[in-house]
């Protein structure tokens, strides 16, 4: 590891504490180009749902009950079967027998509520409601408590092919179907007591690398061709086939070191990917990372 006062992310140094202590906005924040950042009605339903999401988190209340309006059905509906026909493509074998199990509907929105009742009776997950994005240490401290935040607003209907941010298409399409896997839960419970429990900013920043290159914008090789296995890609129409078969991204076998080495811009669509030779592997490597970097989890 290099001198912890140094820690580089998305391009820019950052105070270390941050890895360690981030922020947790109590109010919502679009970034600027934001799809929906002029569309006073789509903020003002975003406001609605940041406030009532936060207070159950906060307060441990479970995913409350959403009444959703006819855009954001629209959009859903508009979205959900594009993403199915590609993902029965190009989706991999864990994400597709995990979607299948789940059973989520491509008319109607699904509530949180009840995909959390059926995923904890599966794999002992459980979800949790996110008012929007949240730290990486933030969010990785649910999931070592085997909880998943997830979002439970609607992308902006003006890009239903891309999100610049985790929302219910991002994460009930793409996180959500392989927490119905044993395996997969592991994994995911494991790096979020690593991410807890080291007090080194930068392997805070190694395990959120390793994570953003597998499990959200992660390709998986599987009876000699390559998948998609990453949510960021699966929940997404336009990066599915920009990810596999754009000349503009280059894919490099997946190399742990390489991999927490290696900067991104969570923005825009990604470029530069890497390719997991089987999920038995990134287990493997992710054990190992733990173990090499001296973590102790329980």
Known sequence: MKDSATVIEYGVPIDPKVMIEPPDPAE????????GEFDTAYVQRRKNLFDLCRKHRLQKLGPPIIAYNPEETRIWRDVSPKLDELHRKHACSIYLQAKDALGISATEIPQLRHLSERVQ?????????AEGPLAYRTFYSYIAQRGFPVTQFIRHGSHPEFTPEPDMIH???????PLMNHDYAEVLTLIGKAAVATP???????LKRFSWFSIEFGLMEESGEVKVFGA??????GEIPFSLFSPDVKRRKFVTDEVIETDYDPSRMQDHLFIIPSFVFLRREIEALVRRMGIAVL
Request: negative net charge; proline residues 11%.
């Open 200 to 206: 080194d900013p930068l392997q805070v920043l190694a």
């Open 121 to 129: 009776h599966e794999t002992n997950m459980h979800l949790v409601p």
């Open 171 to 177: 994460d009930c399409l793409g996180h959500v179907p």
């Open 28 to 35: 919502l924040e679009l970034e600027k180009g934001h799809p």
């Open 232 to 237: 960021g890609i699966l929940s997404s129409t």
